[in-house]
């Protein structure tokens, strides 16, 4: 079993930066891929961004793609999204999943992965 807990959320100005965190525990997420997904209100939880198991590959949304960067630290047991160049569009809770077996490409083909964040709220002001 593995437990994720987000960090870092908050209210932020359009344009501005914010970087998330996901503390895992219960197990070493070395042998996960790691994936970072947001849902807005009134709308279906959507792919934001993956990172491979060591790390070397990560694959975003076209609409963070260039503004996010996806990382991992396994020696913390943590995954990190930095988001810059923040708009309204962005607001939303964003969750941490886990993935045993499904390739970095592929995090965002799937609805269900293996393990899920609580979520934290990003709220960006215009």
């Known amino acids: 079993q593995v437990q994720l807990v987000e960090s870092g959320g908050g209210l932020v100005q359009a344009g501005g930066s914010l970087r998330l965190s996901c503390g895992a525990s219960g197990d070493t997420i070395t042998s996960y891929t790691m994936g970072w997904f947001r849902q807005a209100p009134g709308k279906e939880r959507e792919f934001v961004a993956a990172v491979s198991r060591r790390g070397g590959v990560t694959y975003y949304a076209d609409s963070v793609k260039g503004r996010f960067t996806i990382s991992r630290d396994n020696s913390k047991n943590t995954v990190y999204l930095q988001m810059n160049s923040l708009n309204s569009e962005d607001t939303a809770v964003y969750y941490c999943?886990?993935?045993?077996?499904?390739?970095?490409?592929?995090?965002?083909?799937?609805?269900?992965?293996?393990?899920w964040g609580q979520g934290t709220q990003i709220t960006v002001s215009s």
């Open positions: 999943a886990a993935d045993l077996s499904t390739a970095t490409q592929a995090m965002g083909a799937k609805t269900s992965h293996d393990y």
